[in-house]
């Protein structure tokens, strides 16, 4: 890891076009550890608008509501690599539990409210299907994520 930030962007989704000069500035202009946005979700010509409702950023807060959409996030290297990443260990939710441990460890967020993303949606992806098929299972994960915050 060379650069200074770090952008994941997962196969089937677009940034808009600005996405990444935006959320560059909002990280030199906030001093930020991890910046986040709004999405926008798309499933074909569909569209619909994904917009938290950000007034409060705390570890509180992220417990009670996971707010942050994890494709909109740009991330200070430095700080991917003193929490030493995602845990790959986690089968969901390893966005989650990553921005859990930015905010716990005292890491500084900044919210854009600005469309930076669109994440697709379709019958065969990850979050569907576990919506789907293991919804009791998933949430109580989530749960068991969250206590160890709490």
């Known amino acids: ?3 200074k930030y770090i952008k994941i962007l997962h196969d089937d989704d677009i940034l808009t076009p600005n996405c ?3 959320l560059f500035e909002e990280a030199e202009r906030t001093n930020a550890d991890l910046v986040f946005a709004q999405a926008m979700d798309f ?3 569909q569209n619909q608008f994904w917009k938290p409702v950000i007034t409060d950023i705390s570890l509180e807060k992220l417990l009670d ?3 942050i959409h ?4 740009l991330y200070r290297t430095t700080m991917v690599q003193a929490l030493n990443g995602h845990d790959e260990s986690l089968w969901t939710a390893e966005e989650y539990e990553f921005h859990l441990r930015c905010i716990s460890s005292g890491y500084r967020l900044s919210y854009l409210p600005k469309i930076v993303y669109k994440y697709r949606i379709w019958e065969n992806s990850k979050s569907i299907i576990y919506r789907k098929i293991k919804k009791q299972e998933r ?3 989530i749960e068991a994520i969250r206590a160890k915050f709490r």
Do not use: R, V
């Open 1 to 3: 890891m060379n650069g």
């Open 20 to 22: 990444l000069q935006d």
């Open 70 to 73: 994890g494709g909109t996030t």
């Open 65 to 67: 509501d996971n707010f």
């Open 139 to 141: 949430l109580e994960y």
């Open 43 to 45: 499933e074909g010509s």
